[in-house]
């Protein structure tokens, strides 16, 4: 038992960001050499709120642009197109966010199969344990029909883990580079 909470443990870390690279400051480090065409997600800061659009009274929120890179200035601004479905249903299809405003970068880093499959493992073990609660809620501690919280992670993530390593696989992993 003990060997596979230990084995499952080291597969939820592998995708983990090292505490490094998560204190880092952005104005500390030099601009990352980035091409035109290259798909990006820029994280900026922007007045206003997501649903109501632009307000004079809201609170700076976290933005997230992802998309084609179309003009690079490094330490003036940067130019992203976006890509994909969202940019069907986008108002601007190109955003301009300058320098002083830009708080991370990150580019693809290929995909994220192991990190999705341990995601579907640890959700099978969430709904074990969720039925074992449930379970000794109503009464179940008495008798042979309880839920076994092993037996039931094991049941559940016949499905679970397939499915998370699907979505991980149709998912992007991004890599921190400024």
Request: charged share 15%; aromatic share 10%.
């Amino acid at each position: 038992m003990m060997r596979c909470l230990l084995c499952c443990w080291f597969v939820a870390t592998l995708g983990l960001e090292p505490a490094v690279a998560q204190r880092r400051l952005p104005w500390t480090a030099p601009p990352p050499p980035l091409s035109l065409g290259q798909r990006v997600r820029v994280w900026t800061w922007e007045p206003g709120y997501a649903r109501l659009g632009a307000s004079p009274f809201a609170v700076p929120r976290d933005v997230r642009l992802t998309g084609a890179l179309v003009a690079y200035s490094p330490l003036d601004s940067v130019r992203i197109a976006r890509t994909g479905p969202v940019a069907l249903f986008s108002m601007t299809p190109e955003r301009t966010v300058y320098w002083s405003s830009v708080t991370q970068i990150d580019v693809p880093n290929g995909r994220n199969t192991l990190g999705g499959a341990a995601g579907g493992l640890a959700g099978a073990f969430g709904v074990a344990l969720l039925a074992s609660l449930v379970g000794k809620a109503f009464g179940c501690d008495v008798g042979d029909n309880c839920p076994n919280v092993w037996r039931t992670t094991a049941q559940v993530s016949v499905v679970a883990v397939p499915a998370g390593a699907v979505y991980g696989f149709f998912s992007t992993r991004w890599k921190r580079v400024y």
